[in-house]
């Protein structure tokens, strides 16, 4: 049985093919459009999933849409007209893109695919619910969605059994976690729907001092996690902003602009929302341990990706453990849609056999040494070939002397994150290494943290960790054998960046946390290896894991993008396959797109 699960029309388009069960292919449409976020009707992603799997559309047994798109209509409209007169240039901007093509999702299907065959559609949560529960470990679990908003759902609380999903309770819109934390992120000047982990990342510079005006003006939270906003501070609902004058005037201070830097009240504001947010989740997730009586936890929807969040969840739920959708925002909602038809559709028996179904979540394209050599003859780019063994060796050798390399192996990942395969890599024991990788390599605010890669067998001698965390998505603690003694000398803010925490101080948060990837021989056994070579040159199983993009640009996805990443940025070493390359050989003529001559000069 072929089921295709395909996502669109917000942000973050994707597509999913399922067969039999098994997760062959997932892929979200910005990586072949170069778009990030890119919310297009998916048919690079679509093609590549059949491709994949060597099928022609209609030999699918059913292309099955992620949420229900009339029913989303139905909650726009009453939210106009519930505002009305107010929002009418939202309002004029939003119904022709519904009359024109959101609504006829199903012509829209068959129009650009020519198929003939079922078209199913699941609810939004019920997608997000079906990525949470059916790719996880567990035969039997609670699951928590929460994102922004669905067709009206924005946070649910229901339960995994084998092959079948019951929800049972749930919050509306306009009340959401999601928005809230958007609402945030636009105040501290960062991008609605692609930002909130700069918000994330920035909360360790500050102190949550606005937690309790936040808790008395903005929310009321129940003892059982359910919440209510307070609209009057909200432009979200039928405005063009996420937040309105009152908001501001509530803080003392108007929204940053973007690219400002952000200084101590802004750091202190991200400080204090996401302590909320810890607060709030761990009391929705004891309330559907509560609710289930279950003792493992799935999660999906975008505050999914809260890895500060998951790991007060895992800590003080009182589950033994938590599964965490690895393309847990809107992307993931196309693979949930396909395992949603799968199993609780068409009933097929669910076989757990103890680890997850994910694949590690390298689900996207992969290209032989034969398809990237063509490419980079293209280019007229010097290369070197190597066989694996020498040329991990020589990858190691590279990165203990300081050198910065684009790692680009096996299939792409399916999510946000890089776990390896469409990675930059450094060495983590240098202290000027968040530094130049940030400002020098992918262009992007000097505050944000690196994530560690470490070998699974050793994550416990440098972190305060226990179990397998493979898709990036928990925090951990640095070991207090690790961290160094640090006077502050009255710094604050970004000045805090310039002192050294940690043995590890390129990935050591200012908090003394890392958001931490663990690397089995058995789900990526090269880029184990790398680390397993890093280690016997350095004594060092570490190394710093970004995603190979800069910012504004999707993670790359084929051998072109990444030799034009690696040509536009000061990345030392580039690593496709069996191929190396190294910066200063290379012709600096090299032509770029006219987006990256601007980022260069900007």
Not at 69 to 95: C, D, M, T, W
Not at 507 to 520: G, K
Request: glycine fraction near 6%.
């Amino acid at each position: 049985m072929k089921i295709l699960g395909i996502s669109a029309f917000y942000h973050d388009s994707a597509a999913a093919l399922v067969c039999n069960g098994e997760i062959i292919a997932a892929a979200q449409e910005e990586r072949w459009t170069r778009r990030k976020g890119d919310s297009s009707f998916p048919v690079n992603s679509i093609n590549y999933c059949l491709k994949e799997a060597n099928i022609k559309v209609n030999e699918l047994d059913a292309i099955v849409f992620y949420d229900k798109p009339i029913v989303k209509f139905e909650r726009i409209l009453n939210s106009h007209i519930h505002r009305a007169p107010y929002g009418l240039k939202s309002f004029l901007q939003a119904i022709p893109l519904w009359l024109k093509s959101k609504l006829w999702t199903e012509d829209e299907i068959r129009k650009n695919l020519d198929y003939r065959g079922k078209i199913l559609f699941t609810s939004h949560h019920q997608s997000h619910a079906a990525s949470a529960f059916f790719p996880s470990p567990f035969k039997e679990a609670a699951i928590l969605t929460v994102d922004g908003v669905g067709e009206w759902d924005t946070t649910t609380i229901g339960y995994g059994e084998n092959n079948k999903i019951t929800l049972l309770k749930k919050i509306c819109f306009p009340h959401s976690l999601g928005l809230l934390y958007s609402a945030f992120t636009y105040y501290c000047g960062f991008k609605v729907n692609s930002g909130e982990y700069k918000l994330m990342g920035l909360a360790p510079y500050g102190k949550p001092i606005f937690l309790d005006l936040i808790k008395k003006e903005l929310i009321r939270i129940k003892e059982d996690g359910s919440y209510l906003l307070n609209l009057k501070y909200f432009d979200y609902i039928s405005g063009l902003k996420m937040i309105n004058r009152k908001f501001e005037k509530l803080f003392g201070r108007k929204a940053l602009k973007p690219d400002e830097v952000p200084d101590q009240f802004y750091m202190d504001i991200a400080a204090s929302i996401q302590a909320l947010f810890n607060e709030i989740l761990v009391l929705i997730a004891k309330e559907a341990k509560k609710a289930t009586g279950l003792e493992y936890l799935t999660i999906a929807g975008g505050v999914g990706l809260n890895c500060v969040s998951n790991s007060h969840i895992l800590r003080e739920a009182g589950f033994k453990d938590v599964w965490v959708q690895p393309a847990a925002g809107d992307a993931g909602g196309a693979l949930g849609a396909a395992l949603y038809a799968y199993y609780a559709y068409f009933n097929n028996e669910r076989n757990v056999k103890g680890k997850d179904f994910q694949k590690g979540s390298y689900l996207g394209p992969s290209f032989s040494n034969e398809e990237v050599k063509n490419i980079l003859d293209r280019y007229k780019a010097k290369y070197h070939f190597k066989e694996r063994k020498e040329l991990l060796k020589q990858v190691a050798k590279e990165l203990a002397h300081g050198k910065i390399v684009g790692f680009f192996q096996g299939r792409m990942e399916f999510g946000p994150r890089a776990l390896g395969n469409r990675s930059i890599l450094g060495d983590p024991r240098d202290e000027k290494m968040q530094t130049t990788m940030n400002l020098k390599i992918k262009f992007r605010e000097s505050f944000r943290p690196f994530a560690p890669s470490v070998k699974l067998d050793k994550v416990s001698k440098y972190f305060e960790w226990d179990r397998p965390s493979p898709y990036m998505l928990f925090v951990a603690n640095i070991k207090k054998d690790c961290l160094l003694e640090v006077n502050t000398n009255g710094k604050t803010g970004l000045e805090l960046l310039k002192l050294k925490r940690s043995i590890l101080p390129a990935i050591t948060h200012v908090d003394n946390s890392a958001r931490l990837q663990t690397v089995s021989q058995e789900d990526n056994p090269i880029f184990y290896e790398l680390l397993d070579e890093f280690e016997k040159l350095t004594g060092c199983p570490v190394l710093i894991n970004t995603s190979f993009n800069v910012r504004g640009e999707p993670i790359v996805c084929t051998p072109q993008d990444a030799y034009l990443c690696f040509m536009g940025t000061n990345i030392d070493i580039l690593v496709i396959e069996n191929y190396i390359l190294y910066k200063s050989e290379q012709d600096s003529k090299v032509e770029l797109t006219e987006w990256k001559r601007k980022l260069i000069k900007d």
